[in-house]
């Protein structure tokens, strides 16, 4: 079974300075897709960034970009300019590449405040 | 707003009672899926149904159970209810796999078991 390991229950960082959130996973699959999900106080789950394993190139999305280490089955967030709006939890998930059943396993996350 | 409608919000019951949790997908998403959030156990999956079948399950009890409908709405429903199934209900959709279109969460249901 996969598992997900967020290590740092939370953090801090100062408004428009860069912070990393550390997530490592277990799989003995080949193929899989690695994401980061926000939770901010409205409760909603927003996807922010989504990774392909079969990719060695670090997907990016404006201020977010991950640093993936596949052989060290690790996948860290980077925050670039810290922004108020960041302030959210923030989970890793891990989803196995095979059509039809497709189950999330998640993290148990990160609290991010970035303070003014 | 992700377009997944959630109802109720909140639900405040009591134990051994029987409750169901309702969710309307996004217009054109095929696929829902269940999860549960509490404290403890962090985000679970519970169950995935695709275009009215199920499709996948997680770790969802025997109490709980759940369909999707021809109009693709989907309902959990949760009985003989205990105070550790005090949690987040989180339904999300998709357009179809995961692997091409991202899962879109509604605001979730709030449970308590008192």
């Known amino acids: 079974a996969q598992t997900v390991t967020q290590s740092q229950p939370e953090m801090s960082v100062q408004e428009a300075e860069t912070v990393t959130l550390s997530c490592t996973y277990d799989?003995?699959?080949?193929?899989?897709?690695l994401f980061w999900y926000k939770q901010p106080p409205s409760r909603q789950m927003i996807l922010v960034i989504r990774?392909?394993?079969?990719?060695?190139q670090n997907a990016t999305e404006n201020r977010f970009s991950v640093n993936f280490q596949k052989a060290a089955k690790s996948f860290s967030l980077k925050i670039s300019d810290s922004q108020l709006g960041d302030t959210a939890m923030y989970f890793c998930?891990?989803?196995?590449?095979?059509?039809?059943?497709?189950?999330?396993?998640f993290g148990k996350g990160t609290k991010l405040t970035v303070n003014p | 707003d992700s377009g997944v409608t959630q109802t109720p919000k909140h639900l405040i019951t009591a134990t051994g009672q029987r409750v169901t949790l309702r969710c309307s997908p996004r217009?054109?998403?095929?696929?829902v899926y269940w999860y549960q959030q509490s404290l403890d156990q962090g985000l679970q999956f519970l169950i995935q149904?695709?275009?009215?079948?199920?499709?996948a399950k997680g770790n969802i009890l025997e109490r709980f159970s759940a369909q999707q409908f021809p109009d693709l709405h989907s309902e959990l429903n949760l009985s003989s209810l205990e105070l550790g199934d005090s949690a987040l209900y989180f339904c999300?959709?998709?357009?179809?796999?995961?692997?091409?279109?991202?899962?879109?969460f509604g605001n979730g249901t709030r449970l308590t078991v008192t």
């Open positions: 999300a959709s998709s357009v179809g796999t995961l692997l091409d279109s991202p899962l879109h």
């Open positions: 799989t003995s699959e080949s193929n899989y897709y």
């Open positions: 990774q392909e394993a079969y990719k060695q």
């Open positions: 998930a891990f989803m196995k590449a095979q059509g039809g059943s497709e189950k999330l396993v």
């Open positions: 217009s054109g998403d095929l696929s």
């Open positions: 149904y695709y275009n009215g079948e199920e499709r």
